[in-house]
């Protein structure tokens, strides 16, 4: 079945910018989509198809994706972007990613 | 307003039975694909179960056998009954819409928690 690899955790300064990798197997092939959980809440997409954003999602979102290797990235991060982020695709059936926690500094 | 509503979920023995709920309110369900994703104390998302607008459904391997989706169209209601249920289906249970027809999820449920133990 298809993996998805994701850092368990990544830090960033208060408006820095922040980048969280999603690796899998040719995985720029696929559509990759990323979801924010933070505590207690549901998931929220957004990022989707590797670089669409859904309305409401800050433009400091973007995402990219390319060989084994997608990636979200979050520019002047802010105390609000604290949460857990999720990539996911579709191979037969949906897969996620493990998440990766974000901690703004 | 366009939201999913669970319910249904509390405590169950191991080897029992729970029917989880997902009321839609603002859309269709019967026209969207729908799914139950599930997400384990402290742990990642985990995809369960698709409902297609045509009526096909899939399972996880992990769930296969023993979890059934289906759907009420008069009640705009989506369901998932989990039947011999174990201790690692402990989890919350949410349901989500994939509006697009592309294997993402734009609308999410709060989630319904779920706790097999004796």
């Known amino acids: 079945s298809y993996e998805l690899t994701q850092p368990l955790s990544v830090s960033v300064a208060l408006g820095q910018t922040a980048r969280i990798t999603c690796g899998g197997n040719?995985?720029?092939?696929?559509?990759v989509h990323w979801y924010q959980q933070k505590p207690g809440q549901a998931p929220v997409l957004v990022m989707y198809?590797?670089?669409s954003r859904p309305s409401g999602i800050p433009e400091r979102f973007s995402g990219s994706n390319s060989g084994n290797t997608a990636t979200l990235t979050i520019s002047r991060a802010q105390g609000g972007d604290e949460a857990d982020y999720y990539c996911?695709?579709?191979?037969?059936?949906?897969?996620f990613g493990g998440g990766t926690k974000l901690t703004v500094l | 307003e366009v939201q999913l509503v669970e319910s249904g979920g509390g405590l169950v023995q191991p080897g029992g039975s729970l029917r989880l709920s997902c009321a839609a309110s603002g859309f269709t369900v019967s026209s969207n694909y729908m799914n139950w994703v599930r997400q384990a104390p402290g742990k990642g998302l985990e995809w369960v179960s698709i409902i297609y607008s045509g009526g096909n459904t899939y399972y996880a391997d992990s769930v296969k056998g023993r979890f059934t989706i289906s759907r009420d169209n008069s009640k705009n209601t989506l369901y998932l009954q989990m039947n011999n249920l174990r201790a690692e289906d402990t989890a919350v249970y949410y349901c989500?819409?994939?509006?697009?027809?592309?294997?993402?999820?734009?609308?999410w449920g709060q989630g319904t928690l779920v706790t097999v133990s004796s």
């Open positions: 198809r590797d670089t």
């Open positions: 996911q695709v579709w191979d037969s059936s949906t897969v």
């Open positions: 989500a819409r994939d509006l697009h027809r592309a294997n993402y999820f734009d609308l």
């Open positions: 040719n995985i720029g092939s696929k559509n």
